[in-house]
C-alpha cells in the first residue's frame, strides 16, 4: 500500500491555458474523489467515481471542468481555460469501507496557480 | 442542507496542555461525523468518526470526541498536547440531507507553544 499519489505537485499556469491533474489512488479502492480547497476553507466536493463510473459532480463544477477514470485505476481531472479564479489546491481521495462510513484517504494534493 | 462550523481558526496551546477544538453540524437527521487532519505538505488523515454507535470515539494519537446531539456538536479534545500536534484540523458531517457527500468545516489551525 503505497497510498494515494497525485501528479503533478505544484502546476503554474497562464490565463486560458489547458491543465490536466492525474491520481493514482490505492489499488483496491473502487471509489474516488475529487476536492478542491482554497486557503482558509474545507475540501469542496467535485465529483465521484465508482469504478469507471462518474455518479456525481458538484452543481457548481464549471463545464470547463472534465474528469476522467477510464479502467477504474486512476483518474484525471482537466480544466480547460483556466481562470485565475481556478488557483487552488486539488485533492484526489480513495475510498475504503462501506458508503457513508466510508474513510477516505487523501493524496498530497496538486497546488495549480493561474496568473 | 447539512453545514458545519468549526469555531477559531487557529487555536493555540502549550505544550501538555488540553486541547480542545470545537465543531458544530447542523442536520435534519443524525448525522454521519468526522475528524480528519492535515500536516503540512501532506494529504488529510482521518483521526476519527462517529457513526451512531457509542456517542465517545477514540482515535489515533490520542484525540478523542464527543458525539452530543442536544448541542449539536462534535469537538475534539486531547489531555495533553504535542509538539506534533501542530496541524489543521477539520471537522466534515455527512448524511442524507447532502446525499452522504462529505460536508467540510473550514478548518482550525492548532499552534502548539512550547
Known amino acids: 500500500d503505497t497510498g494515494v499519489s497525485q501528479n503533478p505537485r505544484h502546476k503554474i499556469t497562464k490565463r486560458g491555458q489547458n491543465v490536466t491533474f492525474r491520481c493514482d489512488p490505492i489499488s483496491e479502492h473502487n471509489r474516488l474523489y475529487w476536492y478542491r480547497q482554497t486557503l482558509g476553507q474545507g475540501p469542496e466536493f467535485l465529483t465521484y467515481?465508482?469504478?469507471?463510473?462518474?455518479?456525481?459532480k458538484s452543481r457548481l463544477l464549471s463545464d470547463r471542468f472534465s474528469a476522467e477514470r477510464p479502467k477504474g485505476s486512476f483518474s484525471t481531472l482537466e480544466i480547460q481555460r483556466t481562470e485565475q479564479g481556478d488557483s487552488a489546491m486539488y485533492l484526489c481521495?480513495?475510498?475504503?469501507?462501506?458508503?457513508?462510513?466510508?474513510?477516505?484517504?487523501f493524496g498530497p494534493g496538486t497546488r495549480l496557480l493561474v496568473l | 442542507a447539512q453545514s458545519v462550523t468549526q469555531l477559531g481558526s487557529h487555536v493555540s496551546v502549550s505544550e501538555g496542555a488540553l486541547v480542545l477544538l470545537r465543531c458544530n453540524y447542523s442536520?435534519?437527521?443524525?448525522?454521519?461525523l468526522f475528524w480528519y487532519v492535515q500536516y503540512p505538505n501532506q494529504g488529510l488523515q482521518l483521526l476519527l468518526k462517529y457513526t451512531s454507535a457509542a456517542t465517545l470515539v477514540k482515535g489515533i494519537n490520542g484525540f478523542e470526541a464527543e458525539f452530543k446531539k442536544s448541542e449539536t456538536s462534535f469537538h475534539l479534545t486531547k489531555p495533553s498536547a504535542h509538539m506534533s500536534d501542530a496541524a489543521e484540523y477539520f471537522c466534515?458531517?455527512?448524511?442524507?440531507?447532502?446525499?452522504?457527500?462529505?460536508?467540510w468545516g473550514a478548518g482550525t489551525k492548532l499552534i502548539i507553544k512550547p
Open positions: 466534515a458531517v455527512s448524511g442524507v440531507d447532502s446525499n452522504y457527500q462529505l460536508i
Open positions: 442536520s435534519s437527521v443524525p448525522p454521519y
Open positions: 467515481f465508482q469504478n469507471e463510473a462518474q455518479l456525481e
Open positions: 481521495a480513495s475510498v475504503s469501507g462501506a458508503h457513508p462510513e466510508e474513510t477516505q484517504y
